[in-house]
Structures are given as structure tokens and as C-alpha cells.
């Protein structure tokens, strides 16, 4: 039975993360074929070949995506999507919707933005333990008036499901600024820290004290 069981658990160890790396690409593939509703149906797969080709929505997907960001980078298309946002701007209901969307889109894609660009521990939800957080930003306004300008803004996935979380504002003193990657920080915690990233850089050598020239902060008393 231990043979048994040991031929099993490697046979899930193979199968689940194809199959959840399958599962998902289809997903996305599925999702993207929607895109071919606006093609006319005489240029539509079924009727060129007699059958549907997986995968073209991608194709027209990336098309779609090039000729828009081609469009926003002139001057008249830069005229034509602003005069687009004024008028979403001013539909009741619409405006919420679209206005929130668009500023989260632009902080997180924007070449210019800054979050979810590193990872740092934390003290949650106690003052006892460390989490991995991914820093979102820096107050400035009226939460910076109130709690003072060194702090800042952080992400905390759950696991496994990291797409949800918390949102603190810590003391920048009181956080400690990670070595690996955003994506590596992801793994780690999706695999509830069984996929422990390596070191990109050696680690500092102790002094001969024996105590580490970069200790982590101390709780606040």
C-alpha cells in the first residue's frame, strides 16, 4: 500500500500543474476567441475552413491592442480618446465604473508607476509574525496629514488565492525590503512558502559579534 501510495502522489505531483496550466491557457484561449464576434461571419473561421481554429482570438486580440496603442500615441488619437473619457465621464453610474477602472489600470501598467514593483515583510496580523507584502504606493493626501509622510502602502495576498487580500498602510521603519522579484514573492506565497526563492544576492556577512549587520526592524513598543 506505501508503494501504492507513493506512485500516487507523484502521478498528482505531474498531473496538477499541467493540468491547472492547461486548464488556465484554455481559459485564456476562450476568452480571447470571444473577440472574433466582431468579425462579419463570412470572415470568421467556420465559414473560410469548416471548422473553428482554436487560438485566432489571440491573434485578432493583439491586432486590436497594436492598432489602439498606435491610435493613442498621435496627436488625433490622443484628441479622440480624450474626448472618449470626458463622455464616459459624464454617464451616471458609467463615470464610477470607468473612472475607478481606468486609475487602477494606469497606476498598474503605467511605465511610470511604482506599484506592485517590490516586496517587503511586514508585521501581520500580529506584531509577532512577518508576511509578505507588495508595496502599492505612498500616501500623500489626507492619510499622510494624519499619520505622518514615512509610510507607506502595501498589498497582502492571501493564499492561495492571491488575487485577494489586505490593504495596510505601515511605518516605512517598521518594514523590511526583500531581495527576490514580485513574481517570486507570488510563488512563495501561493506555495505557502514551500517555493522558497533563492538568494539573487549573497547574503551580508555577520560581523564578529555574530549579529547581522541588517537585522530586521523592531516592533513598535
Do not use: C
Request: hydrophobic share 45%.
Amino acid at each position: 500500500m506505501s508503494t501504492l501510495r507513493r506512485y500516487f502522489v507523484a502521478g498528482l505531483l505531474v498531473w496538477i500543474p499541467l493540468g491547472i496550466t492547461l486548464w488556465v491557457l484554455d481559459l485564456i484561449v476562450g476568452v480571447m476567441d470571444q473577440s472574433l464576434l466582431l468579425l462579419p461571419e463570412s470572415l470568421r473561421s467556420e465559414a473560410l475552413f469548416g471548422f473553428h481554429v482554436p487560438g485566432l482570438g489571440i491573434i485578432l486580440t493583439a491586432a486590436i491592442l497594436l492598432v489602439t496603442g498606435a491610435l493613442a500615441a498621435n496627436l488625433f488619437g490622443r484628441r479622440v480618446l480624450a474626448l472618449g473619457h470626458r463622455l464616459l465621464s459624464h454617464i451616471p453610474i458609467v463615470r464610477s465604473i470607468y473612472g475607478g477602472v481606468k486609475q487602477i489600470s494606469d497606476t498598474l501598467f503605467s511605465p511610470e508607476g511604482k506599484a506592485f514593483r517590490r516586496a517587503v515583510l511586514v508585521r501581520f496580523p500580529h506584531t509577532q509574525a512577518w508576511t509578505v507584502a507588495l508595496v502599492t504606493g505612498t500616501p500623500e493626501n489626507e492619510v499622510a496629514d494624519i499619520l505622518g509622510r514615512e509610510q507607506i502602502s502595501v498589498f497582502v495576498p492571501t493564499t492561495p488565492n492571491i488575487t485577494a487580500g489586505f490593504f495596510l498602510v505601515v511605518p516605512r521603519s517598521e518594514t523590511h525590503p526583500l531581495e527576490m522579484t514580485v513574481d517570486d514573492a507570488l510563488k512563495y506565497i501561493i506555495s505557502m512558502g514551500v517555493a522558497e526563492p533563492l538568494h539573487r544576492f549573497p547574503r551580508p556577512e555577520r560581523n564578529r559579534s555574530g549579529t547581522d549587520p541588517n537585522p530586521l526592524p523592531s516592533p513598535r513598543t
